[in-house]
């Protein structure tokens, strides 16, 4: 018998992580029959179809965004920041999963993580190009973004070091830089496997010079494995360093809410949360449309799920820290914050994320939904879009309302979405107004309801 | 299976990875170079204008006092482009025929302004007022260059930020005394240092705060 004819299944009989009956040779031949030999499914040029028409739409947005200014996501003082950091920290947060998976599985010898993890990687690696997107989209001037960065210019400055926003900089183009590597060195062998299996010229050819000349033997895999090791060995610490620092993009804010003890961790965790909820997302409908149950088996969706039920535990646990530190501290905006964050105009967006990151992941606790991949999908979905109003309610409720009520308003009041009934002015008024607000109703409009901050002026915008 | 890769594949890719490299040194430094040099600067470059005005003849010639036309220089943000009147208070009088200042006396008829292409300037998004800097004692010298010796206006500097800077976190050895300011000729002494810190307490010029943003970058 071969090595190649070994029973994989049968090598740890404790474990089902492939389906039984699978040789190495077998699964090379799935795997990279997917790549190369099998025509693609249909669903897959849909797919593709969907995803051009997403970009086509993202590159509308961004032209009218350069042309018109970062007005039209309605941020403004004192809500400045808005959709493009919200959406920043979201992605950066996603691809944390990716990065747990390749380095500190590894590390702890995991094995289940290779089923997904070259997918989790190229998640990473996507999720961070659009988190470093919304940065500079962010910028006022997004052409001058390169002023960030510390290099000799006829300037003769360096950017400010004690800024967070720099320190996100390197945090971020480290992350990438190593996910990057990381997913290509892991990628070496599959390169070469490609190689041996195309059928064309070109397709050998490209695939064999990012094999980089791999032939299998023991010396190249004990270079990969201890470049691997390597890898995972610097990509460790990121999963925990890249979440801190934008953590602390808000933490070195003066605003109420911004200040927990506990943001670091509470970030990282709900990092790895919606990362995990993100590979779910991406894992089930892959694993359908090309048959791949016999590699990313049930074990590996209820393997995945406990890992979103420990981690939205400790979000969990963030949300109720911050809301012991706001009444623990005795400080009044705190407490402020606190109550005006699930009373005030956003208490949809907070109670919807009580509702998307700790209610839903509790049905993780149930065996029949962790094996249930139609049900993982939906509460992967909710988690997501839970992680996203996440960082909707820290950014937009802290900001909006701070010390002083000159200094509050702005962005959606919730009750915009329908004509308020009635105040002082003439009724005609009332419903001008509430037409031209939902006319400009965007994500963040300009008008609040003041009244509902407890304020006592009069409500005349 | 036979070889994807000819043997010297291995030597092509090492070439091609070092020419990459090289070439990327390469165009930093050719890029570098251009932004630096008076294509991009300007610095030294004269600009052909209506009328071709010599500041050698009219400044180091006659000895005309830079105020005589730039009026506002000491007052004001903007040091002053003389209007055609001024032109006129002497070739009213004298070159009355020149065929070169025949746009000056068109000007002087029609009561159109001469237009002048501007030869020094910054960006839209930086506040300098000049009345300050000669007011603090920083000579015309040391920003606009020799322009007694021009017989064509150019840009005595490049007007970077950069540049900026060296005087704004040192002023000290640029600063002279106030008498000299429109003094063309005057050199730093040998203990310009010493001299320069007086200046600078002296003018109170408050140095620490020289280079905050909002001191330029309104």
Redesign the interface.
Known sequence: MSPHDTNVAALEPSIPLIAPGHTYTTISDKVAGIVVTEPQPKSWKFGILIGAIGVMILNTAVIYLFYKGIGIWGVNIPVGWGWAIINFVWWIGIGHAGTLISAILLLLNQQWRTSINRFAEAMTIFAVMCAGMFPILHLGRPWVFYFILPYPGTLTMWPNFRSPLLWDVFAVSTYATVSLLFWYVGLIPDFATLRDKARNKVGQWAYGFFALGWRGSARHWFRYETASLILAGLATPLVVSVHSIVSLDFSVGIIPGWHTTIFPPYFVAGAIYSGFAMVLTLTIPVRKIYALEDFITQRHLDVMAKVMLATGLIVGYGYIMEAFYAWYSANPYEKFMIYNRMTGPYWPAYWALVLCNIVTPQFLWIHWVRNNPIVLFIISIIVNIGMWLERYVIVVTSLHADFLPSSWGSSVSWRNLRPRKTSSWPRKKSMTRATSRSMRLRLFPWTVSRKRLGSRRPDFL | ?AQ??PKKA?DLVKVLAAAVVLGACGLGTMATGL??SPFITQQDVAKQQVVPFSHLHHVKGLGIDCRYCHTTVETSSFAGIPPTETCMSCHSQIWTNAKMLEPVRASFKTQKPLEWLRVNDVPDFVYFNHSIHVNKGVGCVTCHGQVDEMALTHKGQ?L????C??CHRAPEQFLRPPSEVFNMQWQPPADQSAKGLELVKNNHVKVEQLTNCSVCHR
Do not use: K, P, V
């Open positions: 299976m994807i890769f291995n932004w630096l490049t970077r930020m950069g540049w800077l060296q």
